[in-house]
């Protein structure tokens, strides 16, 4: 694997992707696969990553299904205490499955391209992005 960030530093891991914006040079890390720290975390990776437009989907997905679980259990006669554990649970396991493919697609939406021959093989190949 080519080391995207020059002499001198450690290549990165198999499952980890390097985008590159032509126009302004920036360079964005993805990662390929189940995120673990959507799962644990929740929204943190989104934030950390300055993906606004990820997190408000996630927001408004978290916001909607938890408005239907509450109504779910109000129609059954389950009592609203564990509506907001169930949705975490739930959309936790959601964004853990989702949320690398939604940040890989969103930044090739905003011009991103694969860095180099490595990365643009594996987002191909897990159809991550789809051939022209």
């Known amino acids: 694997m080519q080391n995207p960030f020059g002499k001198g530093m450690l290549p990165l891991p ?3 992707i390097t985008m590159k914006n032509p126009k302004t040079g920036k360079v964005r890390l993805g990662k390929i696969g189940f ?6 975390f ?10 606004y437009y990820n997190l408000a989907c996630m927001c408004g997905v978290d ?11 109000n129609s059954m006669g389950i009592a609203n205490n564990t509506a907001m554990t169930v949705t975490y649970v739930l959309t936790s396991i959601l964004w853990g499955t989702i949320y ?5 697609r969103h930044l090739h939406k905003l011009g991103y391209v694969p860095g ?3 990365s643009a093989a594996k987002l191909y190949k897990h159809r991550y992005l789809k051939r022209k």
Do not use: E
């Open 100 to 104: 690398n493919l939604m940040y890989v």
């Open 63 to 73: 916001m909607i299904a938890y408005m239907a679980i509450v109504m779910i259990q």
């Open 116 to 118: 180099d021959k490595y």
């Open 35 to 40: 995120s673990i720290s959507s799962l644990i």
């Open 42 to 51: 929740h929204y943190l990776p989104a934030i950390l990553r300055s993906d």
């Open 14 to 16: 198999p499952n980890f």
